[in-house]
């Protein structure tokens, strides 16, 4: 049993995100010189700990959501040659924990930016305008009704199943429910459409150099977004388990 | 630098292997018997010596009590976890274990890492004796489903041996790694690992990158209890059953004719891999004999439903690499079970294309072992391993749920950072449970250890401690705390819930390097012995012969010295000074061999015309 309590994950300021980018601000730790980009010294070439500068900056990435797969695939793959723990075999203890920080924190980060919904959801805990694995699961209005329906099916589904009830009994019923599950995977699709606008508007303020104001507001747009994308999705998701239950 | 090694350290036949720099290419290196299998037995004689390998495996008959083997599944368990394996196995466990299973062999216990230990002991000697010189540095492979206590068992058993382990490989990587190291274009391998007592199925992605190639799991998947024994099993089922019919004889309480009956028809599962039919020849107590003609029909038949077995956890390894099954380019097939004909023909069927048959599938997985080994020590950069942790690792939470951190099949290194605080005030401490698995509750997953984080007494809430989890590279945990309102970093002594902990690791291990370089030496020494009795037997003979007298007096006071030397030298235990006299020895009877050489010669063309030579 666990006495401590897992403490909800506080808002960036609060965050020491120490392990996540290039270019540490002190000096080099072997020798002395400036830091260059890359996780690697410019000077001696030696590998450096980890810096602050979050999960875009580790692929020396701007802060875009816009992300081309195959690129960031390639500087991925890159990346691992340099700094998986194998080329550190024969290096010093310091190194060896380097390297495997650098490569744990470079995995992590391939991770989270691969998949553009994740990718998004990490923009937005970065920047403490959404809590790690906190998403808010109410029905978003324009939704109340068709919810309300199809919470009622699926209970009139388990308990016709509960009454032993299937086949004909039950073929109109699921018929009702595959119709709303395709309902809502079509609002999915144009939920994602969203999404995709509400990328390229972030990346329009950050390449214009935009003001925290119009970034916040493009942070706030997205947020709602994912949040109404994860509400369908579960719905979806449900639907098809009460499906496959009953089938 | 000593060579370094790659070590199939498997459940029922253990492998070495090395990358030969002649060939370029990986071997595997012979044991005294000839063969580079080496059971996974271990056997404690009568007077306490320990006996490893095939010797051991002789004894599972006469000394049962006294020998192990399939010690690999013991391995980072539990006594709770292998009341299994009891059912199948004849483990003795010793009453007095706990949380690292002792097994009672004789009158003594050990721990399966020591068990393991002497298996690679055993192996690693072969080595020695083909390098003539020590092994210390090794690749090790394990199950891509092993979890953290499983491999860290296996690293303690490296160090038992005396090894210095650079890294632990998953089997299935390794075996791709054996492959296709050229021959690598984008493409997607199934490996699929069917062998004496376990399955494993991996879908690895193979990335020709501009620095080499790059191997990434992306799925695994497998069943712990099916390989090539239940169709051992099968076989033995269906003669017994025959004899029982025919002659109303149980050979129930005959082990040793069970034995070689089971012999018998393994033989038969060989011979039917290329044959179409053979008949099994079996002589019974009280003269009877059981002759049994077997067809191919027949055998796949029999053993159809194992091998259907295979395709399930296959079929689930596609659906977590998101993959269709044609979608891959090429099977690799590792594991004795797959030269079964049938086997080949099913997994051709899955997967729409024809396996990877060309290396020894029982040898792949070592030859794969040393091509990391020599990556890692080498420094040659034209392959990297992303290997995934095959198990999800959360810890317990209020409640006993479980919060995962890392998820499943996340390529590691992998970490994952959660912050803690105190619930109540003035606590000192916040107990952490680490556990693995997929499970929603903490007592349905496998618990890794269990640790203590201390607090400065203060209000609830108040403390605020990050902890960073790492699987590294080896798929092993680590933890490390950090006090965010101090900024002070803290290790963590994880006790691990399964597995030894470090001053018993010391201790076994002050044990066994004494032993290990002890060993080493005494091999050494004895052969040396060996050589020099037989040098000395014909430096005498040769000065005995009458072409001796040619030599002069200087020489033949040199030779004589020689001699004395490494009488005397030999009669001490330090082989290096055998070795060295030997030398001498050799260097001063040249011309000695010359002149016995020049008279032999001579005698041989007496009374030859020059036209016939």
Known sequence: MTSGLRFPTPGIDERTDMHASPSPSTACWNCGGAPGPGHFCAACGKIQPPGDGGYFAFFALPEKLGVDREDLERRYLALSWKLHPDNFVRAGEYERNCSLELSSALNDAYRALCDPVSRAEYLLERHGVRKEGQTKQQAPPELLEEVFELNEWLDELRSAREAGSRGAETSELRERLEGARQAFEEKLAAVDAELGAGFAEWDAATDGGAGDAARGRAMARLNEVLNRRSYIRNLVASVTRELENDA | ?613
Request: charged share 30%; net charge negative; proline share 5%.
């Open chain 2, 1 to 613: 630098m000593s060579k370094a090694v790659g070590i199939d350290l498997g459940t029922t036949f253990s492998l070495i292997a090395w990358m030969n720099p002649a060939s370029g290419k990986p071997e595997c290196i012979p044991g005294p018997y000839g063969t580079t299998l080496c059971p996974s037995v271990v056997s404690l004689d009568v007077d306490g010596r320990v006996v490893a390998g095939e010797a051991a495996r002789r004894r599972l008959l006469t000394q049962p009590a006294r020998t192990i083997y399939s010690a690999k599944r013991l391995m980072g368990r539990g006594v709770e976890d292998v009341e299994d394996e009891l059912k199948i196995f004849p483990f003795r466990i010793d009453p007095e274990s706990r949380n690292v299973i002792r097994v009672r062999l004789g009158d003594r216990a050990f721990t399966p890492p020591e068990v393991s230990g002497y298996i690679l002991r055993e192996v690693k000697g072969w080595a020695e004796e083909y390098f003539h010189e020590p092994v210390t540095r090794a690749v090790i492979t394990v199950p891509a489903y092993f979890n953290d206590a499983q491999r860290q068992a296996t690293k303690d058993a490296g160090r038992l041996a005396g090894l210095e382990v650079l890294r632990l490989v998953n089997e299935p990587t390794a075996a791709a790694l054996a492959y296709g190291l050229d021959r690598a274009q984008r493409g997607r391998v199934a490996v699929y690992d069917f062998g004496g007592g376990t399955f494993d199925i991996s879908i690895l992605k193979l990335i020709a990158a501009g620095e080499g190639d790059i191997y990434q799991v992306l799925s695994t998947c497998g069943d712990t209890h099916l390989g090539g024994d239940d169709i051992d099993n099968r076989l033995l089922d269906l003669a017994r059953e025959e004899i029982l019919r025919d002659w109303g004889l149980d050979l129930a309480p005959h082990s040793q004719v069970l034995q070689e009956l089971r012999k018998a028809m393994i033989a038969a599962k060989h011979e039917l891999s290329d044959a179409e039919e053979t008949t099994v020849r079996f002589l019974l107590p009280e003269g009877m004999a059981y002759v049994r003609r077997l067809t191919r029909e027949e055998f796949e038949a029999l053993i159809g439903p194992i091998v259907e077995r295979t395709l399930a956890p296959a079929r689930q390894a596609l659906r977590d690499a998101k993959l269709k099954p044609e979608e891959i380019d090429e099977v690799v097939m590792v594991g004795g079970s797959t030269r079964i004909p049938l086997v080949r023909r099913r997994v051709e069927e899955l997967f729409r294309r024809p396996p990877h048959v060309e290396l020894d599938p029982d040898e792949v997985v070592a030859l794969g072992a040393a091509v990391q080994a020599h990556i890692l020590t080498t420094g040659v950069e034209n392959a990297l391993l992303l290997d995934v942790t095959p198990l999800s690792l959360g810890i317990e939470t209020m409640g006993g749920v479980v919060a995962k951190l890392i998820p499943c099949n996340s390529t590691i290194p992998a970490s994952a950072e959660e912050l803690f605080t105190t619930g109540v005030d003035n606590q000192t401490g916040i107990d952490l449970h680490v556990l693995q698995g997929e499970r929603e509750l903490a007592r349905d997953c496998r618990s890794l250890a269990r640790f203590r984080l201390p607090v400065e007494p203060g209000l609830a809430g108040l403390a605020r401690i990050e902890v960073r989890f790492t699987i590294d590279a080896n798929g092993i945990l680590q933890v490390r705390a950090k006090d965010l309102r101090t900024g002070e970093e803290r290790s963590i002594d994880v006790q691990p819930s399964y597995g030894l902990a470090e001053p018993e690791i010391e201790r076994m291990l002050i044990e066994s390097i004494d032993f290990a370089e002890q060993d080493f030496a005494v091999r050494q020494l004895i052969e040396a012995r060996n050589e020099s009795e037989s040098i000395l037997r014909a430096a005498e003979k040769s000065l005995a012969d009458p072409q001796s007298a040619e030599l002069d007096s200087g020489e033949r006071a040199r030779i004589d010295a020689a001699i004395a030397a490494l009488r005397l030298a030999s009669e001490g235990e330090d082989y290096r000074q055998v070795r060295a006299r030997i030398e001498d020895l050799n260097r001063e009877t040249m011309h000695l061999a010359e002149l016995l050489m020049n008279r032999a010669i001579a005698s041989a063309l007496e009374g030859k015309r020059v036209a016939d030579i």
